[in-house]
Nanobody
Framework: QVQLVESGGGLVQPGGSLRLSCAAS????????MGWYRQAPGKQRELVAS???????TYADSVKGRFTISRDITDNTLNLQMNSLKPEDTAVYYC??????????WGQGSQVTVSS
């Protein structure tokens, strides 16, 4: 079992940057896979980026080269650095964790709005 608490997000102009953080209740490096998902109004939730316990990362084509997923051992967080933000990045962003034999765990969601 794991609890996930997100922070960050907010309103930013196009071309700006934001950083999302997700604090986990257990050693983040012990979790086999974690990721960031997003859901825009009227759309399905989609995977933005993921990272395995071994540090292997994957990204949606739409964010490659702009977003970076990482883990921070000092404060046991999963982070998403988002640069060169576009209006189409506007969504609620969710942190997620996959543990063997359990349903996916989700954070509470953070609103990211990209608008001038």
């Amino acid at each position: 079992q794991v609890q996930l608490v997100e922070s960050g997000g907010g309103l930013v102009q196009p071309g700006g940057s934001l950083r999302l953080s997700c604090a986990a209740s257990r050693n983040i490096f012990s979790i086999p896979a974690m990721g960031w998902y997003r859901q825009a109004p009227g759309k399905q939730r989609e995977l933005v980026a993921s990272i395995t316990s071994r540090g292997i990362t994957t990204y949606a084509d739409s964010v490659k080269g702009r977003f970076t997923i990482s883990r921070d051992i000092t404060d046991n967080t999963l982070n998403l650095q988002m640069n060169s933000l576009k209006p189409e990045d506007t969504a609620v962003y969710y942190c997620a964790a996959d543990l063997p034999g359990t349903p996916r765990y989700w954070g509470q969601g953070s609103q990211v709005t990209v608008s001038s």
